[in-house]
């Protein structure tokens, strides 16, 4: 069962939001780029550690062969992505590794609370090509189709 946040920390939530200002291109850009070093760390360490199990229980790894198979890879590579973005931003309430530094948090267009249902098609219309350059109008896809946008915090 999940913790409700406290009083104090949903009138913290809505100080912070009640006035947002929307992040500016450099910092979606800098989140952008910060979430990529966040996210290829993510898939070096989950693969290290498939690798690491596979050794102990002594079963052939599929990347231990020299054809790697190009459809497992970008299974993987897009599992890991949206199990990276969906746990940083639902845990952290809002917030990836970019969004941390740069100091901005994304929220629901009305004002209201995400759930992680809300973190979760925000990580899968993120695999839709084009979404970064859709991005380059301030408003890329996986903000539009789940009525989200990324804001400053004071």
């Known amino acids: 069962m999940e913790n409700a946040p406290s009083t104090a920390d949903i009138l913290e939530d809505f100080n912070e939001i009640s006035n947002f200002e929307a992040a500016s291109r450099g910092q979606r850009f800098a989140n952008l780029l910060l979430d990529y070093v966040g996210f290829y760390a993510a898939v070096f360490v989950s693969g290290f550690l498939i690798a690491v199990i596979f050794e102990i229980t002594g079963e052939s790894f599929l990347w231990q062969e020299e054809d790697i198979n190009p459809l497992i890879d970008r299974i993987f590579t897009m599992l890991v992505y949206v199990v990276y973005y969906t746990l940083f931003e639902y845990f952290s309430r809002g917030r990836s590794l970019g969004k941390l530094i740069t ?47 990324v804001v400053q915090l004071r």
């Open 103 to 149: 100091r901005t948090r994304v929220v629901h267009v009305d004002g209201a609370e995400l759930t992680f249902k809300h973190y979760l098609l925000r990580s899968l219309t993120r695999l839709v090509p084009f979404d970064a350059i859709a991005g380059l109008n301030g408003y890329p896809f996986h903000d539009r189709w789940t009525k989200t946008k």
